[in-house]
């Protein structure tokens, strides 16, 4: 059985970039919750940042989600694919 490590606390650089992901989730959720007037491009950007530090299963999901209609809207995003079907 090996030995627990000891309880580090948090460092000063670690509660500022804690701090500094929060501010960044809560700018991210005021985007998604005006996505109307917002470029898709910006809209895009507060997906990501909720898909990688969203703070439940339910909000990574639903910027999952809303990148894939944002791809399915702007269809030039993509590779194009050739004639036989191919990309």
């Known amino acids: 059985m090996?030995?627990?490590l000891p309880?580090?606390?948090p460092s000063a650089?670690?509660?500022a970039r804690q701090d500094w992901i929060e501010e960044r989730r809560r700018e991210a959720r005021?985007?998604?919750a005006d996505v109307a007037h917002h470029s898709d491009y910006l809209v895009r950007l507060a997906c990501n940042v909720l898909?990688?530090?969203g703070e439940t299963n339910q909000e990574r999901r639903d910027a999952q989600i809303l990148l894939v209609v944002l791809d399915?809207?702007?269809p030039g995003r993509l590779p194009a694919s050739d004639r036989e079907g191919r990309s």
């Open 2 to 4: 090996s030995i627990p």
């Open 7 to 9: 309880f580090r606390k």
């Open 13 to 15: 650089r670690d509660r």
């Open 30 to 32: 005021m985007v998604i």
């Open 51 to 53: 898909v990688q530090h």
């Open 72 to 74: 399915a809207k702007t």
